[in-house]
């Protein structure tokens, strides 16, 4: 049996009041520790942001360029990302069990660039998602796409699941080609995402209003790389977006697709939990990309 404990000066410091803890993340506060820790695994809690690693393109267009290779072109730059975007398949074939930063996870998939992308499924467990321990899953949310009621059944039968096992959900707001990109249509849809419990979204920058888009999300917004751009242009859309009250950046193509995404990913991070300036991020690009390895000595 255990002695038993016969101090009578306890240190119960009824001088100092509880102070209820709080969380660094929009809208997060009242979430189980569980949903919180994980978040807390894909964003910095010192500076609050995320560099998200996407490279998920091959669930519906397969080895997309720069993509052909994902343990010789991904993995070096893995550990320079606080988060990857990625499928199953992926995770468990290519990337190390000991790799200690945020896992995203597709969870939603179905056709193929050959057909319509927005008739889309749910195409992954929860308890696999868990079974995995991944801290996000991630769906596309198709607002004003012909298969908008599916794909946001998708999204609320995903948090549903979620919240059961404690993993957040991040709506991603797809737009397609009949689709306008603007403000407004993207207020709308990280809205519905937002209101319907996923617990951040992943959309694309606009350069006018995006200021509106983020302060009317009550959740943290992730702004999308999208296409392919020259490597300035790449930067200065992640500072407005970020100056622009983005809670960080999920790129992909404007990565692994650089001349020498070493030094690109690491600009980008310049941006985002640094606060650079473009132009500053751009001449670290430019010196570390003359580097072996594309990294500083």
Known sequence: MPEADEREEKQFHPEIRTTPPTFFLKGASGYDWGMRNRLARI???????????????????????????????????????????????????????????????????????LKELSDERLALDIEDAARMNVHAVAVQVFVGGEHETQSVENMTRLIDAGYRVGIPVLGVTAVGKELTRDARYLSLATRICAELGAQLVKTYYVEEGFERVT????????????????????????WKAMDQGAAGVDMGRNIFQSPSPTAMIQAVRQVVHDGARPADAYELYRELSEKPGGRAP
């Open 43 to 113: 964003f910095d809690p010192e500076s609050g942001h995320t560099v998200m690693l996407a490279f998920d393109h091959g669930y519906f267009q397969g080895p997309t360029s720069g993509l052909e290779r994902i343990d010789l072109n991904i993995l070096p730059i893995a550990g320079d990302a606080d988060a990857l975007m990625l499928t199953r398949g992926v995770l468990r074939s290519t990337i190390p069990a000991d790799y200690q930063h945020g896992i995203v996870m597709r969870a939603s998939g179905g056709p193929s660039v």
């Open 215 to 238: 302060a009317g999300c009550p959740v943290p917004i992730v702004m999308a790389g999208g296409k392919k751009l020259p490597e300035l242009d790449a930067l200065t859309m992640a």
